[in-house]
Every structure is written in C-alpha cells, then in structure tokens.
C-alpha cells in the first residue's frame, strides 16, 4: 500500500482510499481530500512535517501523520 506519505516533491497523485476513522478522517474530508482527487505534493519542511499540498485549487498543509491515512496510485 502506498500512502501520501511516501511521496515525494512533484509528485501528482490520485487518491485511493482513506483510511482512518472519526474526526480524523472528518478532518482530512473537510480539507476536501476524498476518493479520486488528484493532490500535487508541492514541498516537504525540512524535518518532514507538514507536507504542503495543492489540492482542488488550495494549498494545505498536511501532518504526516494523517498523510499515512491517505492511500494512493
């Protein structure tokens, strides 16, 4: 299973799966991550967290932690 955060800067990805439950999972579908969208991983900190992303059109910033949550192709 590759997640979200195993990729790297440049990478565009497309969401399988979320994985996860309750406000965690509530959290990242509020952010507007869900089944079939396309994420950009526009840069990583230095120390690994947060990824910043570009999804629909906005840049967020994820936790690594719920970027493990998140499955990919």
Not at 13 to 41: A, F, N, Q, S, W
Not at 44 to 72: C, F, H, K, T
């Amino acid at each position: 299973m590759k997640t979200l955060k195993t990729a790297r800067v440049g990478d565009t990805c497309k969401v399988i799966k979320l994985h996860g439950e309750g406000p965690v999972k509530r959290r990242i579908m509020d952010m507007g991550i869900t089944k079939g969208v396309e994420i950009y991983v526009r840069k990583v900190a230095p120390l690994g967290d947060p990824l910043e992303l570009n999804v629909r059109g906005y840049e967020l910033s994820l936790r690594r932690a719920d970027a493990e949550m998140i499955e990919i192709e």
